[in-house]
């Protein structure tokens, strides 16, 4: 055993719940397969995986254990290209909502609302809680200052924004 996997084994142990235990490990036991290349593309799972990510039905855990199978098959980087416009996330710190973030900042540079460079803040145009499937679709975002923002979101206290 090397030392990267006895991290993987600490990291596993260090983690509480006992289904996101399982799911590292097979995350684990996916990888080890994968550099072995013991691993051929079955289409029919990985669209299930895929309609499994981007359904509303469906709770982290499927998701996680889904995006794990997709990530064996292509890889990250082109799993969150597929998925950008249409998965549906339920954690605002999902690693697919940062990237979102990244991109709505990167593609406006200042607050649309007034042009501020100060304090900026990725704002989903069709709110979050009403439109689940655009929760991550860069065309559903555009930058705020974090006034602009607290504006544009009039039902929440402006302590919510640090303004």
């Not at 799993?79 to 954690?91: Q, S």
């Not at 909502?97 to 649309?112: A, E, F, G, L, N």
């Not at 065309?139 to 979101?153: E, F, R, S, V, W």
Request: net charge negative; aromatic share 6%.
């Amino acid at each position: 055993m090397n030392i990267h996997d006895l991290e993987i084994v600490k990291r596993i142990d260090r983690t509480k719940d006992p289904i996101k235990k399982r799911i590292y490990a097979a995350k684990e036991l996916w990888r080890i397969y994968a550099i072995a290349g013991e691993i051929t593309i079955d289409w029919d799972l990985a669209e299930e995986a895929l309609a499994v990510i981007i359904s509303e039905n469906t709770n982290k855990y499927q998701k996680m254990g889904a995006r794990i199978l997709l990530d064996g098959y292509f890889g990250p980087k082109e799993v969150n290209n597929m998925i950008e416009e249409v998965a549906v996330v339920t954690e605002r710190n999902d690693p697919l909502v940062v990237r979102w973030r990244k991109k709505i900042k990167k593609r406006d540079d200042v607050c649309q609302g007034c042009g501020s460079t100060e304090h900026l803040e990725a704002h989903h145009i069709s709110h979050w809680s009403d439109d689940p499937v655009n929760q991550i679709n860069p065309n559903n975002g555009i930058l705020l200052c974090n006034k602009c923002h607290a504006k544009a979101h009039p039902e929440l206290s402006e302590e919510f924004f640090n303004t």
